[in-house]
């Protein structure tokens, strides 16, 4: 009588799953593999701007510009006095800061904030630019606004007027305000200004140094 041979029928079931696997396995990180290979070759371009105009003082303008380009990150500051005197430095970043800026001033509502009415102290003018392209997609957004900390903190309110045809006045005793107060300003701020290692901000204070000193 002849034995049924199990060993062998394991043997060859055990090399069925292992091939079977493997083929899964490879399929599934090749799509992966082309999907990140596809990602990588888009076209991916970050810039921005921030800008700030001085009325009074030595310096007139300071202007901070960061742009991702594929990858490889710049920084560049630039202060200009009220002679014409211009201080500016070029730093490569050749980490992920300058991403990590976009992420953060993106999170910060960058893309969503407008133009406010100059308010509060006149001394500086704040103008912010920011623009991407990724792949087929691009957009730009640009705007101003004069005293970040007031728009953060005060900045006045808004009174809604309802008109009832039923009602010969209105009642102003009861009209509904809004704050205007959006600390995002004053946050997107903060984001450019303190960006930086420490020799990126030490080379900023030698440049505002440098034409304070005339």
Do not use: C
């Amino acid at each position: 009588m002849r034995r049924f041979p199990v060993t062998l029928l394991i043997l060859v079931a055990v090399v069925v799953a292992i091939v079977g696997g493997w083929i899964l396995f490879a399929k599934s990180e090749h799509d992966r593999f082309v999907a990140v290979q596809r990602v990588g070759e888009q076209r991916s371009e970050i810039r921005m701007t921030y800008t700030v105009a001085h009325t009074n003082g030595p310096i007139a303008r300071e202007v901070w510009f960061f742009q991702n380009i594929n990858g490889h990150s710049v920084a560049t500051y630039t202060a200009v006095d009220r002679r014409g005197n211009k201080a500016t430095f070029d730093e490569q970043v050749v980490n992920y800061d300058v991403t990590f800026l976009f992420d953060r001033v993106v999170a910060d509502g960058i893309w969503e904030l407008e133009t406010r009415p100059f308010r509060g102290s006149s001394q500086t003018l704040h103008v912010v630019e920011i623009a991407q392209i990724a792949g087929n997609d691009h957009g730009s957004h640009r705007f101003q606004f004069s005293d970040a900390h007031y728009i953060a903190t005060e900045a006045g309110r808004e009174y809604h007027i309802h008109l009832d045809p039923h009602k010969p006045v209105p009642d102003l005793m009861s009209l509904q305000s809004t704050s205007t107060a959006d600390p995002r300003y004053e946050k997107i701020a903060e984001d450019f200004e303190q960006f930086g290692s420490p020799r990126f901000k030490a080379t900023i204070a030698q440049a505002r140094a440098k034409l304070l000193k005339g």
